[in-house]
């Protein structure tokens, strides 16, 4: 099926579409200078206000992983003295196993098992204030 076509003023013809698309066009060229200074107003301000927030939750976090490594340091090496004495393996691959133990690890399926301590004051701060941030 064929585009209905119309001859316009300047005699040429143009489709549905174009008759459509010529007056936005210039509407938005008449009105895009306004409306860029107030996008630019607008994000500027909203940036400055996303990055103080980031900073925040990024200390948050910070202290949050600090309490938490704190925590799992003494567990991590009873478990690599463990692995070292028990099952005879080199300390170095041990140390390689048990690097991340008690962090989250993936599951098959896009689950994931949840890391230990994520229960500490510090954890709870920034876990509450991130969720505050997105409603």
């Known amino acids: 099926m064929r585009a209905r076509r119309r001859r316009v003023s300047d005699g040429r013809e143009r489709s549905a579409a174009v008759r459509v698309a010529v007056p936005i066009a ?27 927030e980031l900073k925040r939750y990024a200390e948050l976090d910070r202290a949050c992983e600090a309490a938490r490594a704190k925590k799992l340091a003494p567990l991590r090496a009873q478990k690599i003295e463990a692995c070292v ?19 989250t690890q993936p599951l098959a399926h896009g689950r994931a098992r949840g890391g230990l301590f994520y229960d500490l004051p510090e954890c709870v701060a920034a876990d509450q204030a991130r969720r505050q941030y997105r409603q």
Not at 26 to 52: C, G, K, Y
């Open 26 to 52: 210039r509407w938005i060229v008449r009105v895009r200078p306004t409306a860029v200074a107030l996008l630019i107003a607008v994000s500027a301000a909203a940036r400055a206000q996303s990055e103080e």
């Open 85 to 103: 004495r028990e099952e005879k393996r080199p300390r170095a691959v041990c140390e390689r196993e048990y690097a991340e133990w008690g962090n």
